[in-house]
């Protein structure tokens, strides 16, 4: 199956913005971290630490550079932040990443190295083709934070002029990368996958995918396959 992805609604206002794409199949996702991959997470918050750990947040390259893109499309509140600067405030404080399952503890792993916003739904539960795009006005959403025990919430609608990542059904995640939408989580019964992992003037995208499918690879099993868009390919199948 092959997967389209657009940036073209966002290119012109944004041409520093890049998106690999990974996809990854026959997949085998652990509950709970190998033994290996917990070292091998540990090693790396530490290495971001000693990298990290003396400057101050606002001035790494790869947090810098979302909060100038959340500003030139309004948000300027502070409690909306990429989830990469999130992720980097919590580790850098001494934190330990969160642990949820193989698959997402590894690519959190990756967005910490790379310091770059990562983003992954399950495929058996989006339509494609999928977008960077400003939201409309019969977008929906699920956040993952109003979810009861039984699982039920009533969806919310983005804002106007909203940097939003959607398939043809409902958006994906909010505020570009700030959450993701509870609906197409990644979870062990996954098998099919797709990441994003983006930047906005600061950070390697190819260099963080071919990490990523390394992982992947090594601790889920299965096979990935990645395409690359910017300002110069708006539009990739994968």
């Known amino acids: 199956m092959t997967i389209q992805l657009s940036i073209a609604a966002v290119a012109e206002k944004f041409p520093a913005f890049r998106v690999a794409v990974v996809v990854a199949e026959d997949l085998n996702i652990a509950v709970d971290r190998p033994s290996t991959l917990d070292r091998l997470i540990r090693e790396r918050e530490e290495a971001a630490r000693q990298r990290w750990g003396t400057m101050e947040l606002s001035r790494i390259p790869g947090v810098a550079a979302w909060r100038a893109a959340y500003k030139a499309f309004g948000i300027k509140q502070t409690r909306y932040r990429s989830a990469v600067e999130r992720l980097m405030k919590n580790v850098l404080a001494g934190r330990e ?26 495929l058996v539960k989006i339509a494609p083709p999928l977008a960077f795009r400003y939201a409309y006005a019969e977008d929906t959403f699920v956040d993952m934070a109003d979810l009861s025990e039984d699982g039920d919430v009533e969806p919310e609608a983005p804002k106007a002029g909203e940097v939003v990542y959607a398939d043809v059904r409902h958006v994906l995640c909010r505020r570009w990368n700030w959450r993701q939408d509870a609906r197409t989580l990644i979870t062990p019964a996954t098998r099919r996958a797709i990441v994003t992992l983006q930047s906005n003037g600061a950070g390697d995208v190819e260099a963080a995918a071919a990490d990523l499918s390394g992982l992947i690879v090594r601790f889920c099993g299965g096979h990935c396959r990645t395409a690359t868009a910017d300002c110069g390919a708006q539009i990739v199948e994968v």
């Open 97 to 122: 990443l969160a642990r949820v399952n193989a698959f997402v503890d590894l690519y959190n792993a990756v967005s910490m190295t790379h310091v770059l916003p990562l983003g992954a739904d399950d």
